[in-house]
């Protein structure tokens, strides 16, 4: 708890001083998937996806997630809304020491990448939370996939790097309830404002 | 017997043409398409529009010679004509966003530029293109009977074959000093003015005169279509685009 807490301050902190002009959210709705922004790679700092029938998206304009990599994992957690109220989706990706996470720019190795998302520890893990979030206890299949990873220049220096993707699983829930994810969009500029590496 | 000096003589046989010079001068009002934003990043975030102004200025002055029929009527009209044309994409000013709500807080954009590695883009305040034209006015133009000694209404059309002499692309960078050598990635993504462009004309003037002959008119000629050409980064509308309004000097020459 103590390191949630420490990484939240840290974070906030962090954001405050940023000095990135690529905060805001560039919200472009996309027609063929109501309610959810389009699939980009521009680092349009959005996200989206169907959950059954409710739309998860993101309600902020100011970068609404945040990844932190430790020894194990690199943890993305997109802040949302769904049904009218706060709704986060944590991926916890199984990110050995090949990765060599540094700092932001090593997300570029993540370019190209797939992820089955299943409930054992080797695949990512996903995880709700939200007054309304429904349990996973099981996941039936699944995957997340980084479809460009790439670095981002302005005026010929480093800016951020924009990490974009693509997502989709279905889960039951303990009562058996099945909770199909379909649509999942990602378009996240990250820098030292929103990335976190507790491995150093 | 010539220009508004014939203007009090219409009474008299009419049995020779008559010989006038003018020198001209005025805007060219030009209605333009698009531009080509795809290179913007949005500004907007929720909706994430792209809000950018752009706009075209014309200034023609030429000088030209004209012949009129003997009873001056009809006259035909031709000569040199220098055009400058400023086109410029670029920020929005604050006072016009103020009148539309339509607030952004920044005065430079991200514009993409090409890479292939990377998603790169470079702070662009705005982008404007110079072009600078030497050209023939052809005119045909009907004078009205007039019962005033120094007045007279005419109706005219016109065709301009303007040749591209002068073009100048130029980017006003954020960091100005550093980013003046990439100017070329920014200007790559838009055409430059055709070499040749032609359009033509129709419209209305009147002129007034000292009853010696000199006088000065006015006229207001509207965009009728393009011929051939474009004029560059901001492509004019090819029917209607605007009009030119001319301010002209009439020197009789015989």
Redesign the interface.
């Known amino acids: 708890m103590k390191k949630y807490l420490i990484i939240a301050v840290a974070l906030i902190v962090m954001n405050a001083c940023s000095k990135s002009?690529f905060k805001?959210?560039?919200?472009?709705a996309d027609p063929d998937f109501p309610g959810l922004p389009i699939y980009s790679?521009?680092?349009?700092n959005t996200f989206g996806a169907y959950i059954n029938q409710n739309v998860f998206y993101c309600n902020q304009?100011d970068r609404p997630f945040y990844l932190v990599a430790d020894r194990d994992n690199l943890t993305m957690t997109l802040y949302g809304w769904c049904n009218n109220d706060n709704f986060n989706m944590v991926f916890t990706l199984p990110i050995d020491t090949t990765y060599h996470l540094e700092d932001y720019h090593s997300l570029l190795a993540l370019d190209g990448k797939s992820f089955t998302i299943d409930t054992v520890p080797t695949s990512c893990i996903v995880k709700m939370e939200g007054r309304y979030a429904p349990e996973i206890e099981s996941i039936y299949s699944g995957y997340i996939k980084f479809e460009k990873v790439?670095?981002?220049?302005?005026?010929?220096a480093d800016?951020e790097v924009?990490v974009s993707g693509k997502f989709q699983f279905r889960a039951f829930t303990p009562d058996g309830t099945r909770i199909d994810v379909t649509g999942g969009r990602f378009d996240l500029g990250v820098d030292n404002a929103n990335f976190v590496n507790f491995r150093r | 017997m010539t220009g508004t000096a014939a203007m009090a003589q219409e009474t008299e046989p009419k049995n020779g043409w008559h010989h006038n010079l003018y020198v001209e001068v005025g805007p060219k009002f030009t209605a333009h398409l698009s531009p080509n934003l795809e290179p913007f990043r949005p500004t907007g975030g929720w909706g994430a529009y792209i809000n950018v102004d752009s706009r075209m200025r014309t200034w023609q002055a030429s000088a030209r010679y004209e012949i009129v029929s003997p009873n001056y009527h009809w006259a035909f009209r031709t000569g040199l004509q220098y055009g400058f044309n400023y086109k410029r994409i670029g920020y929005k000013q604050a006072e016009e966003e103020f009148h539309t709500m339509d607030y952004i807080d920044r005065e430079w954009y991200y514009f993409e530029v090409d890479n292939e590695e990377q998603l790169e883009y470079l702070r662009v305040k705005g982008i404007e293109q110079h072009s600078h034209y030497l050209g023939i006015p052809i005119e045909l133009r009907y004078y009205f009977k007039s019962n005033l000694e120094t007045f007279r209404m005419y109706l005219a059309a016109e065709a301009d074959f303007d040749f591209l002499v002068g073009n100048r692309n130029k980017v006003n960078f954020l960091d100005k000093d550093g980013m003046a050598p990439y100017a070329d990635q920014v200007t790559s993504h838009y055409a430059n003015p055709d070499p040749m462009n032609a359009s033509t004309y129709f419209g209305a003037g009147f002129q007034v005169g000292n009853g010696n002959g000199i006088g000065v008119g006015f006229n207001w000629l509207i965009h009728l279509f393009e011929i051939s050409g474009s004029t560059g980064m901001l492509p004019t509308k090819p029917k209607f685009a605007g009009s030119k309004l001319q301010v002209e000097l009439l020197i009789p020459l015989k």
């Open positions: 002009d805001e959210t560039q919200y472009i790679e521009m680092g349009y304009n790439q670095q981002v220049l302005v005026d010929k800016a924009v």
